[in-house]
């Protein structure tokens, strides 16, 4: 599970105690809404169906693919299923390969995404072994599945702009500045990075 609202509450109003720039924002946008996703292979999976596609596209390909494949899209069922079945439901070959390469990894036991290491830095070495996803997925994935407090997914770019606002920065700041400035935040930085994701559709709405 996710971090609860309750402890992304918590975790805000500490972090207030200790900068007031960030306070103030916390104050003027209010606190944001969990972000939850369900553990495991299917929310990954979806992650894939997802990349660089639009929200609706993406519910349209997996709803094809649960057709086809059964509720969630076994690993099982997946791998069995050949080439042009998996792109009539939209899937295409590179996403296949990410598909498979995810599919493969959890029936061979290689990745048992119920047992990350307790580690961040490793669970997010244990997750870039799939094709497909890179480092920013994996942050996402430890963040709003497992709730992991400290995650800072620092490559995002609602993040960058979301804090660049915030500090009155006249330019974006990279993804290793956001790591610098983000450490005083630790070890609240996920709630921080969904309290930036909120303020950050403030300034774009």
């Known amino acids: 599970m996710g971090l609860s609202k309750e402890t992304i509450k918590t975790s805000l109003d500490a972090i207030s105690k200790v900068d007031s720039t960030l306070g103030n924002a916390i104050k003027a946008a209010g606190y944001p809404e969990p972000r939850i996703n369900p553990e495991g292979y299917q929310t990954l999976l979806r992650t894939i169906v997802g990349q660089q596609v639009s929200v609706a596209s993406a519910a349209s390909v997996w709803n094809k693919l649960e057709a086809r494949l059964g509720a969630g899209c076994p690993a099982e ?4 299923t050949d080439f042009d079945d998996l792109r009539a439901c939209g899937l295409s070959r590179q996403k296949q390969g990410y ?3 995810l599919a493969e990894l959890i029936l061979s036991g290689e990745l048992d995404l119920h047992n990350l290491p307790e580690d961040d830095e490793e669970a997010i070495a244990r997750l870039t072994q799939v094709k497909g996803i890179g480092r920013w997925s994996a942050e996402i994935y430890l963040l709003f599945a497992l709730g992991r407090p400290d995650i800072w997914p620092a490559g ?16 974006r700041p990279t993804e290793q500045d ?10 609240h930085r996920g709630s921080v990075a969904i309290f930036i994701w909120h303020h950050y559709n403030t300034m774009v709405m």
């Open 77 to 80: 069922a997946l791998i069995a």
């Open 99 to 101: 598909a498979r390469s």
């Open 156 to 171: 995002d770019l609602a993040i960058q702009a979301g804090v660049g606002d915030i500090l009155g920065h006249d330019t």
């Open 178 to 187: 956001l790591r610098e400035i983000a450490l005083r935040w630790s070890p």
